[in-house]
């Protein structure tokens, strides 16, 4: 700083405030995510469970269940991941319909859900 000049001086005003108001933005959401990476392990919640227990009793074979809330907890937005020998040879409309199937009554009370099969290679 030399005699009242910043380096700032030679950015104009609402660049600066912009700027700055971005940095406390990402730091605010650093701070506010950091819980997420130290607590990667977190146990499943009810609805999780419950739904992961409903596909696993209806994919037996299956090599992969993954069921996770993407809601923030609420249970209104689900992603669901099945990996199954079940599906081979069938077009992949109708290997999310079998889940959804198996998933109807839980379906009907959510916001939405993401289904994502394949078959094991």
């Known amino acids: 700083r030399l005699q009242g000049v910043t380096v700032f001086d030679g950015i104009p ?17 650093l701070r506010a995510n950091a819980h997420r990476a130290l607590c990667s392990a977190r146990s499943q919640t009810e609805g999780e ?24 907890g609420c249970g209104s937005m689900y992603q669901i991941v099945v990996e199954c020998d079940d599906f081979k040879g069938l077009p992949r409309v109708r290997q999310h319909r079998l889940v959804t199937d ?5 379906i009907s009370s959510m916001h939405g859900v993401v289904v994502e099969t394949s078959t094991p290679k």
């Open 49 to 72: 469970k419950r739904i992961a227990k409903l596909l696993q009793k209806r994919f037996p074979n299956a090599t992969t269940v993954d069921v996770k809330d993407v809601s923030g």
């Open 13 to 29: 005003r609402f660049r600066r405030s912009s700027t700055r108001m971005l940095r406390l933005r990402l730091q605010g959401l």
């Open 102 to 106: 198996t998933l109807k009554e839980e």
